[in-house]
C-alpha cells in the first residue's frame, strides 16, 4: 500500500508538475506537423475533387461528401480516442490512428468506384485521424499550464500555413501521377503522423486498474462504468460543461460559414475569380496570426480564458454580419478589411476555445472532455453549411445566410455569459485540478492527504 | 460551281434553297478542300447571296492600326467597316482599299473625302467556305489600316499540361467550347500518326474508344490504355464553314512511378520512427543506472521523504525540465516497486 501511494500521487504529480518546456515544446512540434497532416490535408483535398467529379462522372455534391465525411468520422470517433488513450497508451493510440489515416488514402488510391473513396478516404481515414487529434490537444494541454494557449495557438497556425503549401503541392501530384498516384504518396505523407506519435512519452494511466479495484461488482456494470469514466461520460450531466459544449456548438454552426461561402459570395458581388480567391487567402493568413496572437496574449493572465473566448466569438460573429453589408457598397477594399479582421478574430478563438475545457472539466477529465466536445459539435458543422446553403438558395444572395451564422456566434456568446462563476475576477475553485494539486505538492505533508481524496472520489 | 449557282437562282428562288442544302453537305464530305482560289468578292448584291445571313463589324480606326477578331461558323454576308480619323496631316482625300492575306482585293479601290474629319471604308464580303476565311486588312492609302482575322470558332481553354492514367486503367478527354461561341455542328476525334492526324474509328473499337457528345462539350472515353496509348489527341469542332481543331496531350504510366516517392516517404517514415524509439530506449537505459544506484541509496529512510527526493536528486538534470528518458526510468522503477510490493 505504501507503495501504491507514493506512485499514484507520483503520476499525477508528473502531470500536472511537467514544466512548461523541454519536451513540451517537442510535443508542440509534434502537434503542428500532425494537425497540418488532418487538417491541412482534408482543406486541400478540393483540388482531388475537379479529377474526381471528371473520372466517376458524379455531382459535385457526391463527391463533397467524401470530405464531410471524413471530417465528420474524425469527429464522431474522438470519444473513442480519448476513451483508448486513457484506457491504454496515448502513444499507441496516435500510432494506430497515423497508420490508419495513411491506409486509408492508400486504399482509396485503388478505388473503382465512389463508395471506396467514401469508406477508405471517408471513414477509414477519418477513424484515424479521430484517435490522432484529440489525444495529442490532450496531451500538449497536460503538458504546459501558463503557456497552454500560446503552445496550442502555435500548434493550430500549421493548419493554415499547410493549407498555403499543400495546394500547389497536391496539384503538383494530380498532373504528375493523376490522382491514384496523388492518393498513394497523400498515404506515405499520413503516415508521418506514426513518429509524431511516438514522441509521446508513453505512459500507463492508473485510472483504469484503480476503477476496476474499487468497484468490483459483476463484470457488465463493471465494464460499462469502465467505459463511460473512459469517455467521461459524467461530465454530461455537468452543468458548466453542458453549458459550454452547447456554446461551442453554436460557435461552430456558424464558424465555418464564411470559409465555404465567401468565394461564391465574392463571386456574386461582381468580383473576379482572383479576387475571390485573394479575399479568402487573406482571412488564411490573418487566421494564422491571430491564432499564435491571442495564444501569446491569453497567456499573459490580464484576462479570464472564458472572457478572452466571449470577446473573439462576439467579434468574430459580428464581423461575419459585416461581411455582405460591406459589399454592398461595391467596395473590394471593405471586403478584404472584414476578411482580414474575421480571419484574425477566428483563429483568435480557436486556441481558447479548446484551452477552457480543462477549465470547465478539469484537467484531468480533459482527454474524454474533448472527445465529446468534438463529437457534439460534429452535428453543428453538419448543420451549418448546408443552412446557409438553403438560406441563400431561398433567399437568393448570401446577406441572409451570414446574418444567420454571425447571429449563433453572437448566441454562442450569450450561452457562454451563463456558465457559473462568469461574471467572477477568477476562475472557479475546481476540485483536484492539476492546478490545484501543484499548489499544494509544495508541501509534502497535505501532498497524501489530497492524493487520497482524488483517489477516493475517482 | 458558283457561277454555276447565281445563274440558276436569278430564275427559281425554291432552287436555290435546295442547291444551297445539297451545296452545304457536298462542302462537308470535301472537308472544304480547295475549289476556286478567287480572291475577287461580288460587289453587286446578288439574290442568292441575299438570302445569307448577315452580319456587320465596324472599328474605329485611332491609330495607325488595329486587330479585331471575328468568329464565322456559317455561311453569312459580312459587312466589315473601317472609321478613320486622321492622322494629324491635314489632308483632303485619302485611297481606301482592302487586302486579303496581303493580296489586293479587286474593285476595292476607292478615293474617300474627309468629312468632320473621318473617313469610312465599307464593303461587304460573302463568306461561303474556308477559303473565305482569312485577314481582312482595310487600308486608307499607306497611313493605317485595321485587320480583320476570320476564323472559325476557337476551341477554349486547352488544357496546357497532360492528362496522366495508368497502365490498365480508363480516361476521359474532354474538349470544350466556350459558352459565348455557337454549337458545333459535331465533333471528330483523332490521332497524330507521325506528322499525320489520323482519325479515331470510334465505331469500329467500342471496347476502346467511346465518344459522348453534347453541344460545346465532347468526351473521349479511351479504355484499357496501354503504353502505345500515349501521345497527342486532337479534337475537331465541325462547323458549316470549316473545323477548329485543338490538342491534348495523354500520357500513360505505369504504377512504378508514384511508387518511387512513396517508397522513399515510407522509409523516411520507418527510420524517424526508429531513432525515436533508439532515442529513448538510450535515454532510458542510463536513466535506470542511476536510478538503480538512487533507489538503492533512498530505499531505508521514511517513505514520505521519498517522492521529493528522488524527483530533486538526479545530478544530470540542472534546469527543472526532466529529461524524458529519466522520468520514464522513474516510471519504470516505481512500478516494478508497485509489482514487488
Redesign the interface.
Known sequence: ????R??A??QR??EAED?D???GWVLVAALFVSTSLVFGLMRGLGVFFVEFV??F?ESAQAISWISSTGLAAQQFFSPLGAALSNAYDTRLVVMAGGCLAGVGFILASQATCLLHLYLTMGLISGLGWGLVFTPMVATVMASFTRRRTFALGLAFSSIGLASFMFNPLFQFLV????W???L??L???S??I??CG??I????RTKGPAKEEAQGTSACGGTLRRVASYLELPLLCERPFVTYTIAITFLNVGYFVPYVHLVAHSRDSDFSEYQAAFVVSAAGVADIFGRVASGWFSDLGRFRLIHLLSFWTALTGLFIMLLPVSTLWGSYVGLVAVSLLYGFCAGALTSLAFTVVPIVAGAERVMGALGLVQLIESSAGLLGTPLSGLLRDVTGDYMASFMVSGSFLILSTLTMATLPHYFSRTDPEFPATAENAEAQRLS?ET??TNALAADATD | MFPLLREKTRNNRITVIVMRASWMLLLLACCGNGNTKTVGQSAHPVESDALLPADARSVVLKGKSHTDKVDVASPMNLTLGCTWTGNGKKLLNVTGYWLKDGRPVDNSHVTLQFENQQVQLKRMFVIKNEENLGRYSCMFGNEAKADFILAVPHIGDVRD?PV???VG?SV?L?CKMDDNKPNPKTWLWFRANGTDKEEIATVAEPQKYQVQNAGKVTKLHVHNLTQDDSGLFYCGAMFTIGMAVSHLELKV?T?Y???K??VA??L??LV??AA??LF?RSQSKKGQVQEGEEVAKAEPPA??????AINVEPPTST??????GE??G??ET??A??R??
Request: hydrophobic share 35%; glycine share 8%.
Open positions: 500500500m505504501a507503495a501504491v507514493p506512485s500521487e507520483r504529480g508528473d514544466p518546456g523541454g519536451w471528371q473520372y462522372e498532373e504528375t501521377y493523376a491514384r498516384g496523388a498513394l504518396v498515404g506515405g505523407l503516415l508521418n506514426v513518429p511516438a514522441l512519452r508513453s505512459r500507463r509534502s501532498d497524501g | 499540361k496522366v492514367s495508368y486503367d476521359v474532354v504510366i504504377i512511378e508514384p511508387l516517392p512513396f516517404i515510407i523516411e517514415v524517424l520512427v525515436i524509439l529513448e517513505t514520505n521523504a521519498e517522492p521529493p534546469s527543472s525540465a526532466t529529461p524524458p522520468s520514464q522513474l516510471e516505481l512500478s516497486r508497485q514487488k510490493s
